[in-house]
């Protein structure tokens, strides 16, 4: 449906401009005076475990979600005391499961003051390689599972006025490379998650951070944690060459999983005012900067031909 008459998103440009969603100042989002309740999603490797590993340390409470509490606990090991741990085996499609994963957290801790919303992994392959299945099966993760968490967790934090959401996305949530479309699919519709849920409970003291990663020195890139196509064509000899470089770059990515996990903390815990996006990485920070100018690129040269489809002036 095309729309007539006056614009149904007035002041959109200032909203837009308006970055940084305003909270009451008698609010804070984040506890000092207590240990504060973490749930995070997808624990059990890479920057989630990395998270866990420096919450628990920080004397924080952990609900961590993960299809195996197994190798979350072997990974952890006796390297930090998981007394403020509640491991959760779960299945983020299964709404119900989501809602009773973060009521036993509430009612293990007390309550609940940050979520990070980390689950994913890769997946390489040209879109006509992409079979319903495996687009299903990122969207439930990506998608589907980040919604189950913010409709379980989001009435918690709107009620008790406090709060910090965290959503991880990557800089391939901005800027989207041949044979990432269905993680970019997956991550590109989180941005836009977040830019709505952002404005919709700023008035509520609640937080909402979307980190945008680069290339990070943790599993993503292994034959493991890379989901590839069940069937390839040779249409895109391209695509396979970047697999494999991929593949082989694995433990030589510039990201430190360390340095990042303490840097989504410090943004959490400082409370401070600070840009809806937190860019980790000069990698990162470089591919946006080169999505920017393409796009100021492209709207300088529409500039003159997008008026012409308006309604005449009245």
Same mark, same amino acid.
């Given at each position: 449906?095309?729309?007539?008459?006056?614009?149904?998103?007035?002041?959109?440009?200032?909203?837009?401009?308006?970055?940084?969603?305003?909270?009451?100042?008698?609010?804070?989002?984040f506890p000092s005076d207590r240990p504060s309740t973490w749930f995070v999603t997808g624990t059990?490797?890479?920057?989630?475990?990395?998270?866990?590993?420096?919450?628990?340390?920080?004397? $924080?409470?952990?609900?961590?979600?993960?299809r195996s509490t197994d190798r979350l606990l072997a990974a952890l090991g006796d390297r930090v005391d998981t007394s403020r741990l509640?491991?959760?085996?779960?299945?983020?499609?299964?709404?119900?499961?989501?809602?009773?994963?973060?009521?036993?957290?509430?009612?293990?801790?007390?309550?609940?003051?940050?979520?990070?919303?980390?689950a994913g992994y890769g997946y390489l392959a040209a879109v006509e390689e992409t079979s319903p299945a495996e687009v299903r099966d990122m969207l439930d993760v990506q998608v589907v599972g980040v919604w189950n968490v913010l409709r379980a967790t989001v009435p918690v934090l709107r009620e008790q006025k406090s709060g910090h959401i965290v959503n991880v996305s990557s800089v391939l949530g901005l800027v989207s490379l041949p044979g990432w479309a269905l993680y970019c699919a997956g991550k590109f519709a989180l941005e836009g998650i977040s830019e709505a849920l952002a404005g919709e409970v700023a008035d509520f003291g609640v937080k909402v951070t979307i980190v945008e990663p680069g290339?990070?020195?943790?599993?993503?890139?292994?034959?493991?944690?890379?989901?590839?196509?069940?069937?390839?064509? $040779?249409?895109?000899?391209?695509?396979?060459?970047?697999?494999?470089?991929?593949?082989?770059?694995?433990?030589?990515?510039?990201?430190d999983p360390v340095k990042g996990a303490a840097a989504i903390i410090e943004r959490v815990v400082s409370d401070a005012e600070a840009p809806l996006r937190q860019v980790?990485?000069? $990698?990162?920070?470089?591919?946006?900067?080169?999505?920017?100018?393409?796009?100021?690129?492209?709207? $300088?040269?529409?500039?003159?031909?997008?008026?012409?489809?308006d309604h005449p002036a009245a």
């Open positions: 449906m095309r729309p007539c008459g006056p614009s149904p998103w007035p002041n959109l440009g200032s909203r837009l401009a308006e970055a940084i969603p305003r909270r009451n100042e008698d609010t804070m989002s059990s490797r890479g920057l989630g475990l990395e998270l866990v590993t420096q919450l628990l340390r920080r004397g $924080d409470n952990v609900a961590a979600t993960t509640l491991p959760l085996p779960l299945d983020l499609a299964d709404d119900a499961a989501v809602a009773q994963a973060v009521a036993h957290t509430v009612e293990r801790f007390g309550g609940l003051d940050v979520v990070v919303n980390n290339y990070f020195r943790t599993d993503f890139l292994t034959r493991d944690s890379l989901a590839l196509p069940a069937e390839t064509t $040779d249409a895109y000899p391209g695509i396979r060459e970047m697999t494999e470089n991929h593949l082989n770059l694995q433990g030589s990515q510039l990201g980790l990485g000069s $990698d990162s920070h470089a591919y946006a900067s080169a999505k920017i100018d393409a796009l100021r690129a492209n709207l $300088d040269a529409t500039a003159q031909t997008a008026p012409a489809t």
